[in-house]
């Protein structure tokens, strides 16, 4: 494997994002640590990028989720932290957590596959090392301060980073355009809808500026606390059977939902 995989930007000095593919990691570096938001699909040497990345600072890995372009690469490093509710996608207590390999086209944890051609974990081996991630833990790296906030629905654990002094949100998939996957086991849209009510709540008591910067993982690199109007509006018409679905161009069992400002693609 090589990095050649990933593209590397600077969002600010201190956050920078590496993509691969459609996806995006988040690198937060601190004065003596440094925290790899998401781990992609795994396609590349993310390990070697990130050393090189972070020079002589103590690395932490956070998963905001379990999902498949997220997770790819945790087998290339000795520690991951994540909610606990996503510990099944990532096999704790199975073989593959006790050093056993997940091959190309094996079945995931989810239930789903590894996509034709797609190099995902291919040679590598899920670490023992599996931490739990808790609402509350709070990450101080010195320029940034970090909490987790527990934002459930796109998966039952999704979690956020937040630094309201800096009006940093980094949430994974929850916190999109879209279209945002709904559809499958554990995902739940009234949940989705309760988490992103609960960022509105915080953002109208701590005031917009800590929202400024809602750091994707997809699409959009930064959005504003604006989008959570459009995110509980669509989500709330979805639930209330006002959204037509569309061919969502894909063989998945789900349709394509669009609502001013976002999109799903849900059942």
């Known amino acids: 494997m090589t990095a050649e995989s ?47 990345l972070i020079g002589d600072r103590r690395l932490r890995v956070v998963l905001t989720h379990g999902d498949v372009d997220h997770r790819g690469a945790v087998g290339q490093f000795e520690q991951v ?6 510990f099944s996608s990532l096999d704790v207590g199975g073989a593959l957590a006790t ?10 944890a989810t239930g789903g596959t590894l996509a034709t051609g797609s190099t995902l974990a291919t040679g590598s081996t899920l670490p023992v090392g599996i931490e739990p991630l808790w609402e509350g833990t709070v990450f101080d790296l010195g320029p940034g301060r970090y909490e987790v906030l527990l934002i459930p629905g796109h998966t039952p654990g999704s979690i956020a ?16 355009r879209g279209p945002i996957y709904m559809f499958g086991p554990a ?30 993982a997809h699409n959009d690199l930064s959005l504003d606390g604006s989008i959570f109007a459009d ?28 609502a001013p400002g976002v999109a799903f693609f849900a059942p």
């Open 187 to 216: 995902r739940n849209m009234a949940a989705w809808v309760a988490s992103m009510r609960r960022l509105a709540d915080m953002r109208r008591k701590l005031g917009e500026a800590a929202f400024a910067h809602i750091l994707s």
């Open 231 to 258: 995110l509980i509006a669509g989500g709330e018409a979805w639930l209330a059977g006002r959204l037509v679905g569309e061919d969502p161009g894909m063989d998945r069992p789900c349709r394509l939902y669009r």
């Open 81 to 86: 932290a994540a909610h606990p509710a996503e």
């Open 99 to 108: 050093g056993g390999t997940l091959a190309t086209g094996s079945t995931l």
């Open 6 to 52: 990933y593209r590397v930007g600077e969002f600010a000095p201190d956050i920078l994002y590496i993509e691969e593919g459609h996806v995006r990691m988040w690198l937060l570096l601190g004065e003596r640590e440094a925290i790899l938001v998401d781990t992609g699909f795994g396609g590349g040497d993310l390990a070697a990028l990130v050393g090189r």
């Open 161 to 176: 980073l937040h630094d309201p002094a800096r009006g940093v949100l980094i949430a994974g998939d929850s916190v999109q």
